[in-house]
């Protein structure tokens, strides 16, 4: 089945750079990948998504980039604000069984 | 419009006793997964249904775990008897069918078990 690696589990970053976090994926048939942002105690929220079809995506300040042949996707941040405060989950899903499997997360640390 | 609802939000329990976990799905979404989530890693799929019928269960510890959805709306997930560790967040999860993508988290039940 498919296995999703994400790095780094940890990552802090100066308020106003950027911030990027890495994942891989194992099973090639996986089209969609979506990132979830959860705060402290929140539910996951889906924060931007990206098909097999396209190779980069933005939103404001946030984008994410495939690379098929690699089997990895990036979530960029750019101007950090301290509210981006949170822990990121990548994930992928194929249409073979419809199931997301996500990442371990990647706990965000914008510093003052 | 409404978002996905789980009660309840925290509890505390002594190994080897049972819990019940209750989720409300956003209105018409066919779709619904559970999901447990132990501090510090993702969530891991437990149980997904399609209306009342069970899609996948492959990863459902089926000799305590029980989950069901008669009605193909509200769904219970229950643990019985608990272990240590079953500790971790309860997240339900509703999607329009198995073919959409995005799916909606609820706020989950934190459980702890002592």
């Known amino acids: 089945g498919e296995n999703v690696e994400q790095h780094p589990s940890t990552l802090s970053v100066q308020e106003g750079d950027s911030a990027v976090i890495k994942c891989t994926y194992s099973?090639?048939?996986?089209?969609?990948f979506p990132w979830y942002k959860q705060e402290l105690g929140k539910r996951p929220q889906l924060i931007i998504d990206?098909?097999?079809?396209?190779g980069e995506k933005k939103d404001q300040r946030i984008a994410v980039t495939l690379n098929k042949t690699a089997k990895h996707f990036s979530l960029h941040i750019t101007e950090t604000q301290p509210e981006d405060s949170a822990v990121y989950f990548c994930?992928?899903?194929?249409?073979?069984?419809?199931?997301?499997?996500f990442g371990k997360g990647t706990r965000l640390h914008i510093l003052p | 419009e409404a978002g996905v609802a789980q009660s309840p939000r925290y509890k505390i329990i002594e190994k080897r006793q049972s819990v019940a976990f209750w989720c409300n799905p956003i209105?018409?979404?066919?779709?619904l997964y559970w999901y447990q989530q132990i501090l510090g890693q993702g969530p891991k799929l437990l149980i997904q249904?399609?209306?009342?019928?069970?899609?996948?269960d492959s990863q459902l510890p089926k000799d305590r775990f029980s989950a069901e959805r008669l009605k193909g709306v509200d769904s219970t997930l229950k643990i019985q008897p608990a272990k240590l560790e079953d500790s971790a967040v309860y997240l339900c999860?509703?999607?329009?069918?198995?073919?959409?993508?995005?799916?909606?988290f609820g706020p989950g039940t934190r459980l702890l078990v002592l």
């Open positions: 999860a509703s999607s329009l069918d198995r073919r959409s993508e995005t799916q909606y």
């Open positions: 994930a992928a899903r194929t249409d073979r069984d419809d199931k997301i499997i």
């Open positions: 209105s018409g979404h066919a779709t």
């Open positions: 990206i098909r097999s079809n396209v």
């Open positions: 249904f399609q209306n009342n019928g069970v899609v996948d």
């Open positions: 099973d090639s048939a996986s089209n969609y």
